[in-house]
């Protein structure tokens, strides 16, 4: 299995800004890529960015420019730096991992919230 913890959530006001941390534990199994979802209350889980192991990004429309995601795939640490935040962007992020036999793996979520 591929273990997933999550940090640096918290409590953050309009414009400022917040680095998520995800690190991925792992023993026989190669992650193929890693990324960030996030879920608000009474919505749909979204995508937010993800990141292959070869660098290539993917972001959502509404979070490109405003965030950047990275890796470190000797730590198998993925991060999701957060700038210009709005309060639109209150929602818990899950982690999330894709490893080589297309196998999704999920963290618990950390709660990001940003006031007005």
């Known amino acids: 299995q591929v273990q997933l913890v999550e940090s640096g959530g918290g409590l953050v006001q309009a414009g400022g800004s917040l680095r998520l941390s995800c690190a991925a534990s792992?023993?026989?199994?190669?992650?193929?890529?890693m990324g960030w979802y996030r879920q608000a209350p009474g919505q749909q889980r979204e995508l937010v960015a993800r990141?292959?192991?070869?660098?290539?990004?993917t972001y959502a429309d509404s979070m490109k420019g405003r965030f950047t995601i990275s890796r470190d795939n000797a730590k198998n640490t993925v991060y999701l730096q957060m700038n210009s935040l709005k309060p639109e962007d209150t929602a818990v992020y899950y982690c999330?991992?894709?490893?080589?036999?297309?196998?999704?793996?999920w963290g618990q979520g950390t709660q990001v919230t940003v006031s007005s």
């Open positions: 999330t991992a894709l490893d080589r036999y297309f196998n999704n793996y």
């Open positions: 792992t023993s026989k199994i190669s992650i193929s890529a």
């Open positions: 990141i292959t192991s070869g660098g290539t990004s």
